[in-house]
């Protein structure tokens, strides 16, 4: 099983940036997958959410209406669009597969760093 997410980088605030988890290994398309952050010294929270089919999401209220998921079960790839980034978003941002039954899987993560 693997989830690699790419995308992360240093940006300035105002900017954008698509984060991107491809996933291998076990049935995706049966999975919720989310992302989830964690900033030095904060402890790990969940950024957005989708549902299997895509039919539903969900976000923290501190990235609503900045930050979109998708996925593509096709390809395996689940993303997280982030628009308006602010300082208060660098974190590490960590891909995230959870089925109920068949289990929870993470990424290694990727760094995002929001800065002037």
């Known amino acids: 099983v693997q989830l690699v997410e790419s995308g992360g980088g240093l940006v300035q605030p105002g900017e954008s940036l698509k984060l991107s988890c491809a996933a291998s290994?076990?049935?995706?398309?049966?999975?919720?997958m989310k992302w989830y952050r964690q900033a030095p010294g904060k402890e790990r929270e969940m950024v957005a959410l989708?549902?299997?089919?895509?039919?539903?999401?969900n976000y923290a209220d501190s990235v609503k209406g900045r930050f979109t998921i998708s996925r593509d079960n096709a390809k395996n790839t689940v993303s997280l669009q982030m628009n308006s980034l602010k300082p208060e978003d660098t974190a590490v941002y960590y891909c995230?597969?959870?089925?109920?039954?068949?289990?929870?899987?993470w990424g290694q993560g990727t760094q995002v760093t929001v800065s002037s």
């Open positions: 995230h597969a959870h089925h109920i039954l068949l289990g929870v899987y």
């Open positions: 989708i549902t299997p089919t895509g039919g539903s999401t």
């Open positions: 290994g076990f049935t995706f398309s049966r999975y919720n």
